[in-house]
């Protein structure tokens, strides 16, 4: 096991034997704690689910250089969106043709800054980028993001997608294909079956056209193991198999994944200290020393509960707001529903919150959170 000084500003997470007095003491507390076995073992799992399919990984849910060299160990390729994260899969032993830049919207120099580093393929949504491409990288690959009803941030329509790839082929850039991304943590795996039909029409089109798309990014979303039932990874690699044939019969093309928090999320733990315990109109408030502005993010923006265990576990339990550290309105770690902890909860107990491995940063008003690697 190695303590290792956290690489950038998310964190990562765990080992077995977190209630150790010995190390609360000696690290401080909140610490981040990460199993890089478990991330071995999802990147197998998704590899023989999705067989035929190239998984990226999702650099962003965590970058750090243990998660990285076991990406670059099973033979998983990256899902990039900055320069920094290009930089840091080449040192972790990536190729540049393992990566793909996945952000729609790029600054120009980072662009030319990841296609110096061998960068050759980039995603976007819109005209004014695929322009941006072309004079910055050019004679490099696009894959044009659709929109899809469980994410509408970013992406466009099908018809869209046509003017943008028949645009990209003109300006000498290859028009590799399409993908999309249903949102993240989802439940129902039937949601790839639209988007995957979607695209099968864009490709039709473009092959009418003389064109010869070979891409096809199914993107990310699948849940880490919160509270809450949730599908077997078997179940939507069941749905998208079989609408991947139905929409494109014997002409699949070549596909990509692009999961974060479903290779890293349950590799890792945040541990954390009991600051208070307050009561206030009747509520029994908890408050940790890592909360929404550090803590488990992933898991913050949503209404997938938590999985937690504590020191004063094995009592009798009661509801109550589970909080961080800071004074702020939005600092709770949960959304509406109240938390079941210990009655005997105090101040000094040990909380540890469990699948808390991808999207996970540093806690309010004090420095990247310690990384324990197991």
């Known amino acids: 096991m190695t303590i290792t000084e956290p690489a950038t500003d998310l964190a990562v997470v765990a080992a077995p034997n977190v209630r150790s007095r010995g190390r609360r003491e000696l690290l401080g507390t909140p610490f981040l704690e990460l ?8 990147l197998r799992a998704l590899s023989h689910t999705f067989a035929g399919t190239a998984i990226h990984y999702a650099v962003k849910a ?3 250089p243990d998660v990285l060299a076991t990406v670059v160990a099973a033979g998983a390729n990256f899902d990039v969106s900055s320069p920094a994260e ?3 899969c080449l040192a972790a032993g ?43 990288a050019p004679g490099t690959a696009v894959v044009c993001r ?8 970013y992406g466009c329509s099908g018809g869209q997608a046509v003017d943008i790839l028949r645009l990209a082929a003109d300006l000498g850039l290859d028009a590799a294909g399409v993908g999309f991304h249903v949102g993240s943590r989802q439940r129902d795996p039937n949601a790839w079956r639209p988007p995957i039909a979607d695209a099968a029409k864009v490709f039709a089109i473009l092959r009418r056209h003389g064109m ?3 891409l096809l990014a199914l993107g990310g979303g699948f849940p880490a193991r919160h509270e809450g039932d949730a599908p077997q990874l078997a179940a939507y690699g069941a749905v998208i198999q079989d609408q991947l044939k139905r929409s494109f019969g014997d002409h699949r093309p070549r596909t990509i994944l692009e999961p974060g928090r479903a290779v890293v999320g349950d590799a890792g733990a945040l541990v954390t200290t009991v600051v208070g315990v307050i009561r206030r109109g009747g509520t029994r408030w908890v408050h940790l020393d890592a909360g929404a502005v550090a803590g488990p993010v992933d898991t913050v923006a949503s209404p997938i509960g938590l999985r937690i265990e504590t020191s004063a576990d094995g009592g009798p339990t009661g509801p109550c707001v589970l909080a961080g550290p800071t004074c702020g309105s939005t ?11 210990p009655l005997d909860l105090t101040e ?12 996970t940063s540093r806690h309010a008003g004090s420095d990247p959170l310690t990384v324990v690697v197991g």
């Not at 393992?98 to 980039?122: M, N, T, W």
């Not at 600092?331 to 509406?336: A, E, G, I």
């Open 35 to 42: 199993e890089t076995s478990v991330v071995a073992e999802h």
């Open 62 to 64: 965590n970058p750090h």
């Open 86 to 88: 290009v930089r840091a």
């Open 94 to 136: 990536a190729t540049p043709d393992d990566l793909v830049y996945s952000d729609p919207v790029k600054q120009r120099d980072h662009i030319a800054e990841a296609a110096a580093l061998g960068v050759r393929l980039f995603v976007v949504d819109s005209v004014p980028e695929v322009r941006k491409v072309a004079e910055t």
């Open 146 to 153: 659709l929109v899809t009803s469980g994410d509408g941030t």
């Open 212 to 214: 010869a798309p070979w």
């Open 331 to 341: 600092d709770l770690l949960h959304q509406v529903t109240p938390m079941e902890l």
């Open 348 to 359: 000094g107990d040990v909380v540890r919150l469990e699948s808390a491995g991808a999207y």
